[in-house]
């Protein structure tokens, strides 16, 4: 087992038709600690899955070196880095039946006959594919296969395991069962296991640490909690959350201690945030509060609250959302109870100030 | 107001029906005369080759006439046949080696095919699926040669084989076309469209570039290994002016040469005869004709899928 | 094999190697042949020179575009050819796919395979039947003409109807090729189009002008080209029926390079030939997709 560590990696693509060139993975410093499962989060065309396949020998950087575990691996050969990937589309081997789609890599490798055999019915003993070894792809269900996949990986026994959106071509259902077994099996296996996706449940729920990125660069890395709670920058608050975090125009001005002005509304500011905040007085912020952070100010008979006026209430169930705006900002209010709207759609919101956040307008970092 | 119609009155399930009726009818005679016409036209197609078939049955000497002309042997004879092969022929006269006609159309049928199916394929793999430089100078290099008029290249190519005294040899007849440029092409096409994740779980696999191409890309990639070998057989079967070109002596006839070579019109260096045969021999040519047809036209019937998807190749998308 | 540890080398080598062969058996037999016509067009390369041809420069070219009664005759010629043959080797193959299509399976692949055969037979099988089919003594046309009542030609023979025999002999010819493209781009035309066209009650008449027709137009463009490509450089009739005549009445342009070559071993005017035919094509292809390369994806 190994962690992996990128050092100033940038990796530029050409397109030779249009002669453009992009930047996918740009300057990257980043250490992928041994033996935790790592999740790679970004929106399409952030870069995640180049880093993956820098990983994994598929692209070779322009600048930069990765080492895998203290070997540096930047130019050589996927099979000398001793790693194994999953792939979205899984990329069984159509024409072999399961059984020689798990020996494939192994007798690449010149393992011995009999403990192909051996390794090949412990990894299909383990994922409950037995019955499967004689079967072709072809004849498989999507979940099986996405199995045989995961097995094929792991029958190799590497230091690394890479797995680029494994779940994305399973329904809703099996997706979430899925979820569960490869948390359990990376627990029971402990290998470093760097995992991309570009669906943040399955990143929080999965990631022992979360890496968000965003144009090639790296935007936070974290847990779950520290990126939901914590967000670095606007990207990662909008990204992480649904509905995603509000974020509103707001002002601060100094009026006895920190306050912010929304609107005409003014809030208190934590003691612990004002300091930080010194410098932006009088000046425009953005200020972050996730939609559970909003409550009915008169269902909680709270005096300091926001007029707002309320677009759309949708019933989800367990919950309501409420969709309000406060001038040109659109914001949404999750509440897990009825709420009271006027009869002229207005709504007193209260914002739950120990909750918020601030960001500077400019650089869209998280200030305070 | 009274222009309104009232909906209710208007009787839909009826209008509905005779509309039914009348597209009904107008299909089935537009089916009708899409088979008169389409029938029509396949026996004007497939005539010239059931006209061949029959008349290499018939007995067609000088005395043959316009007045002679049935659409079925009714004295099918097979004296055609052994005119051609000279099966009757005195021992003393040296006879046409039409075994050996047969044997080299199989050979130039066969060994460019092979030779071009393997080297095509691995690179059009190369140009479909691997990163390299010049990748796109040599891409470019291969359709402009494809666009060349063959007779541009024939000329020096016959000369050359005078350099390399090759001429009226097996070298000149086979070697040239052990490699080309259009398989190339249409490899490349038909390899794209693999999954190119399938391609680098292999490398992860830690199979060398040799074994990725023979284990997994030549596998998958078997219909156009079927389509460009069926292509090749009969392309290299009818093939004629190369053969022409570049051989003398009868031994090494090709059936087509063969053939054209009693016909007059060529057939070997310096014979530029015209066409002057006359009906007395036209029995024993069609014979002749039939058995070059025969071979391709079997692999026609058991191939044909792959024939009738290989001409899409390269044509269309996707 | 150091270089072989790189991953990117590594890749790069055995690209190399997967094209080796066919680069280095194109570059001898292909590209080599090639460059040696664009020399020898420029020589006075002949059969009585064999050993020392030298540099002539443009000569051969001026004597090929000076020569009206020879080249420009021949180019005429293969026009005139080209002319018979395209127009009825594209609209035919699309009428028969278009009549093809809405049938079954079973009748599409019989029809399919019906109009194929022919055209896997060679060029001399053809050439000999159809030579037969148009004999002037006993030929099969022949016969029918004269049971419809009319009158025996001479085909071939005449120097007047030798052009247009062979231009027919073309069109009784395999259209196989063309009929399987138009109906697999017939079948790939999405059936909600259609569907979409019915709901905005457009007429069958509309439905082929508006849909059918601009969609196959990236197929018509390919039958087009190819075709007049083919019908430019053939000269199968005139190498084994006609040889060219008779009174010269079918001196397709091939035909006259395939003399100066083979017949006259003129090597250096007969590749001056060759390369003034290749950029005819050249120039023909090019402007036929700028004429009907818009939109040629769908």
New interface residues.
């Given amino acids: 087992m190994a962690g992996i560590r990128f050092e100033n990696v940038t990796k530029i693509f050409h397109q030779e038709e249009t002669r453009k060139s992009v930047v996918a993975v740009n300057n990257l410093n980043l250490e992928i600690p041994d033996g935790r499962f790592t999740v790679l989060l970004g929106p399409s065309g952030c870069g995640k899955t180049t880093t993956l396949r820098l990983i994994a020998g598929l692209e070779i950087p322009e600048r930069g070196d990765i080492y895998i575990g203290d070997r540096r691996v930047t130019r050589t050969h996927p099979k000398e880095r001793n790693i194994a990937m999953v792939f979205q589309d899984y990329a069984l081997y159509p024409h072999m039946n399961v059984y020689n789609n798990l020996a494939f890599g192994l007798r690449n490798l010149r393992f011995p006959k009999r403990e192909i055999e051996e390794r090949v019915r412990e990894v299909a003993k383990m994922l409950q594919i037995e019955e499967l070894l004689e079967r072709t792809p072809r004849e498989l269900s999507g979940g099986q296969r996405q199995r045989v996949a995961l097995g094929r990986a792991i029958v190799r026994h590497p230091e690394v395991y890479l797995m680029d959106e494994p779940l994305s071509n399973l329904d809703a259902k099996l997706r979430a069962e899925v979820r569960i077994e490869l948390l359990e099996l990376q627990r029971k296996l402990g290998t470093t296991t760097v995992y991309v996706t570009h669906d943040q449940v399955e990143a929080m729920t999965l990631g022992d640490i979360i890496v968000v990125m965003n144009n090639g660069i790296i935007q936070q890395i974290g847990k779950a909690r520290d990126l939901y709670e914590r967000p670095a920058n606007i990207f990662v608050a909008r990204f992480i959350g649904s509905p995603p975090m509000n974020l509103i125009k707001a002002t601060i001005i100094r009026q006895d201690g920190l306050k912010v002005k929304i609107d005409d509304t003014l809030l208190d500011i934590p003691k612990e945030k004002c300091e930080n905040l010194e410098s932006y007085i009088d000046k425009e912020v953005i200020l972050g509060i996730r939609p559970e952070d909003i409550k009915d100010a008169i269902i909680l008979g709270k005096d300091k609250y926001i007029i707002s006026t309320v677009d759309v209430i949708e019933y989800l169930g367990a919950e309501v959302l409420v969709h309000f705006h406060i001038n040109s900002d659109k914001i949404v209010a999750r509440l897990d109870s009825e709420v009271e709207i006027g009869k002229d759609r207005k709504w007193r919101a209260y914002f739950d100030t120990k909750k918020i956040q601030f960001f500077d307008p400019i650089t869209e970092n998280s200030i305070a | 107001m009274d222009k309104k119609i009232n909906i209710r009155s208007i009787d839909w399930e009826k209008i509905q029906t005779e509309k039914f009726i009348r597209t009904k009818r107008l299909r089935n005679i537009f089916t009708i005369t899409a088979y008169i016409i389409l029938t029509t036209w396949a026996i004007v197609s497939l005539l010239p080759m059931y006209w061949m078939f029959v008349c290499s049955f018939k007995h067609i000497g000088v005395s043959f006439s316009i007045e002679d002309i049935e659409f079925y042997p009714s004295n099918p004879t097979n004296e055609n046949y052994i005119n051609f092969l000279q099966l009757d022929a005195p021992p003393w006269i040296s006879k046409r080696p039409v075994g050996r006609w047969f044997l080299n159309s199989l050979l130039i049928a066969l060994l460019p095919t092979i030779s071009n199916l393997i080297f095509d394929s691995m690179a059009g793999y190369a140009l479909a699926k691997m990163r390299f430089p010049m990748k796109q100078a040599i891409f470019w290099a291969i359709v402009m040669t494809m666009m060349i008029p063959e007779i541009v290249i024939l000329i020096p190519l016959y000369r050359m084989m005078f350099d390399f005294k090759w001429y009226n040899t097996y070298w000149a007849l086979l070697f040239p076309g052990f490699a080309g440029v259009g398989g190339i092409f249409l490899f490349k096409q038909s390899i794209e469209s693999l999954p190119t994740s399938i391609i680098e779980a292999a490398r992860v696999d830690a199979a060398s570039e040799p074994k990725i191409f023979f284990k997994i890309v030549l596998p998958l990639s078997k219909p156009i290994l079927s389509v460009m070998g069926v292509f090749g057989f009969i392309g290299g079967w009818n093939s004629y002016f190369w053969p022409y070109l570049v051989t003398e002596s009868n031994k090494l006839y090709t059936i087509q040469v063969g053939l054209t070579s009693l016909m007059g019109a060529g057939g070997g260096a310096g014979v530029t005869g015209t066409l002057t045969f006359g009906i007395d021999e036209y029995g024993q040519m069609l014979a002749g004709a039939s058995m070059a047809a025969i071979p391709v036209i079997i692999i026609f019937f058991l191939l044909q899928k792959y024939i009738i998807q290989g001409i899409t190749i390269g044509a269309l998308k996707g | 094999m150091k270089v072989l540890?790189?991953?990117?080398y590594?890749?790069?080598f055995?690209?190399?190697v997967?094209?080796g062969?066919?680069?280095?058996?194109?570059s001898v037999?292909?590209?080599?042949?090639?460059l040696?016509?664009f020399i020898?067009s420029f020589q006075n390369f002949t059969l009585e020179n064999i050993g020392q041809p030298t540099f002539v420069g443009l000569t051969n070219y001026i004597k090929i575009l000076t020569d009206t009664t020879g080249w420009w005759y021949s180019i005429k010629i293969s026009i005139l050819y080209t002319l018979g043959v395209v127009p009825v080797g594209v609209l035919l193959p699309l009428g028969?796919a278009l009549?093809?299509n809405?049938?079954s399976k079973k009748?599409q692949?019989f029809?399919?395979?019906?109009?194929?055969?022919?055209g896997?037979?060679?060029?001399?099988?053809?050439a000999?039947?159809?030579?037969?089919?148009f004999?002037p003594?006993?030929?099969?046309i022949?016969?029918i003409l004269?049971k419809f009542g009319g009158q025996?030609q001479t085909w071939y023979a005449n120097p007047d109807l030798a052009l247009f025999t062979l231009i027919l002999m073309s069109w009784?010819g395999?259209?196989?090729?063309g009929i399987?493209?138009y109906s697999?781009?017939l079948s790939?035309i999405p059936k909600s189009i259609y569907e979409a066209a019915d709901i905005d009650a457009a007429s069958s008449w509309i439905r082929f002008w508006k849909i059918t027709w601009p969609l196959l137009r990236?197929?018509t463009l390919?039958v087009v080209i190819i075709s007049i490509i083919n019908s430019l450089?053939n000269f199968w009739g005139a190498?084994?029926?006609?040889?060219g005549?008779p009174m010269r009445a079918t001196e397709f342009v091939?035909w006259r390079?395939?003399t100066t070559?083979?017949?006259e071993s003129n090597?250096s005017l007969?590749?001056a030939q060759?390369?003034i035919?290749?950029i005819i094509?050249?120039i023909l292809?090019i402007i036929n997709f700028k004429f009907f390369g818009k939109g040629v994806?769908y």
């Fill in positions: 540890k790189d991953r990117v590594s890749e790069w055995w690209a190399y997967f094209l062969v066919d680069i280095a058996w194109s037999f292909l590209f080599y042949p090639i040696k016509a020898f028969l009549l093809i809405p049938l009748s692949n029809f399919k395979a019906a109009f194929y055969l022919p896997v037979v060679s060029g001399v099988v053809v000999l039947v159809l030579r037969w089919i004999y003594e006993v030929g099969l022949n016969w004269i025996p009784i395999s259209h196989g090729w399987i493209l697999a781009a790939r990236p197929v390919y450089q190498f084994f029926i006609t040889r005549g091939n390079i395939y070559f083979y017949m090597y007969a590749s060759a390369v035919l290749m094509i050249a292809s994806e």
